[in-house]
């Protein structure tokens, strides 16, 4: 089992920037093996994929955050990473994190198993 605590959320203006940590419990093994991303949830709307990252280090991301948001993770600390730049209004929502052991996971929700409580981000124009 797999424990996922985010910080780092909070309201800024356009333009601004945010960075977003996920601290995994559990298993070091397990939580090694894990495949990691990062969704969002604006109110009204399904959940949304926004990145997810490998254990290989390699990065996938949804259209709409590619060149503004980065992925990353410290497997020492076991912690991973979300840099926004750019922030933009319809970038505001609870950010979760999320893992995952299947290999090669989609970025949607049903793919991952293990949540995290979220965090929200707001963006103000």
């Known amino acids: 089992q797999v424990q996922l605590v985010e910080s780092g959320g909070g309201s800024v203006q356009a333009g601004g920037s945010l960075r977003l940590s996920c601290a995994a419990f559990?298993?070091?093994?397990?939580?090694?093996?894990?495949?990691m991303g990062w969704f969002r949830q604006a109110p009204g709307k399904e959940r949304e994929g926004v990145a997810l990252i490998r254990t290989d280090g390699s990065t996938s991301y949804a259209d709409s955050v590619k060149g503004r948001l980065t992925i990353s993770k410290d497997n020492a600390k076991k912690t991973l990473y979300l840099q926004m730049d750019t922030l933009e209004p319809g970038d505001t929502a609870i950010y979760y994190c999320?893992?995952?052991?299947?290999?090669?996971?989609?970025?949607?929700?049903?793919?991952?198993?293990?949540w995290g409580q979220g965090t929200q981000v707001t963006v103000s124009s």
């Open positions: 999320a893992a995952t052991l299947i290999r090669t996971p989609r970025l949607l929700p049903t793919d991952f198993r293990n």
């Open positions: 559990g298993d070091t093994i397990i939580v090694s093996m894990c495949l």
